[in-house]
């Protein structure tokens, strides 16, 4: 892994779900190789808890905390001074709680992306990999469209030349906080599960899957680019099946902000996209050639014949309930 041979990595929303399995992989990975983590968060009892749990790392040198918030631009630059790459995890996700506190939304997910972009090109930070959501494609709620303007912002801030922005998108992570399944397990034990809708659809894939999207990222992205992994779908009744099979379910109805279906890439994304064997990268645009010609020629990547759209109902990989259950073990 050689993107972060000798580096300095800071990790925004560190003690997060995704944040801390990302961490863990560095540190328990030595052929990656990085100088220092510093975990960047404004969770001081997560903070506390991790640094207990890597006490020995810290007394070593190889792993840092700053307790701190996105949206303190002045913190946030002072946190990134000598580090080398960052990896952008942290964001207000949840759905209910982003639209019933929008303007708290918007100033962590997008106000809070251009703290981090100005105080990254400030500091002369060499490469950013921000995590987007498949809810950023064709956005119905607060979070997604908050998200969409925040990858933007991100693929934007290329044009100056200094610090490389790149973006991965994927859909649920399984067993994140928030998340279904962690609602589900706490259900079971009543013996009754509420289901949104009984045709509801996502996009999944595992924590270890998603810590090797953003170190693939960091590896081979040029800027500008939203690295898509090619994941499956499952839907929301199979999977409450295999939680707890015969357990009452109540239909609750789509909650304001959510879909029937998630988006992946939208017709017009496909326009501008490639396909590899693993990935679809979203160019930032037509004229992009050189990156391109860069996926072409190390990916054998190709642009998408249209018309195109991924949605998690037209996937064409579909979890059955025997695979998420074997998920479900390994979590």
Known sequence: M?????????????TGSLGSRLIEKLLHTPEIGQKKIIVFSRDELKQSEMQANYQAESEAGKISFILGDIRDAETLSKALIDVDVVFHTAALKHVPATESNPREC??????????LIDACLQQGVSKVIALSTDKAASPESVYGASKLISDKLFIDANKYGITKFSIVRFGNILGSRGSVLPLFMEQKSKKALTITHPEMTRFCITFSEAVNVLLFALEHSLGGE?????SPSFRIEDLADVVCAGCEKSYIGIRVGEKLHEDMITEDDARYTLE????FIL???????????????????????N???LRSDNNSVFLSKQ??????NQI
């Open 226 to 230: 939203v690295l898509v992994p090619k």
């Open 323 to 328: 695979q998420l259950a074997q998920l479900i």
């Open 307 to 309: 018309p195109f759209c």
């Open 283 to 305: 160019l930032p645009n037509k004229h992009d050639l050189e990156i391109e010609a860069y996926w072409t020629r190390s990916f054998g990547a190709r642009k998408i014949e």
């Open 2 to 14: 050689h993107g972060l041979k000798n580096k300095v990595v800071l990790v925004t929303g560190g």
């Open 276 to 279: 590899s064997a693993e990935y």
């Open 106 to 115: 918007i100033k962590t997910n997008v106000i809070g992306a251009i703290n």
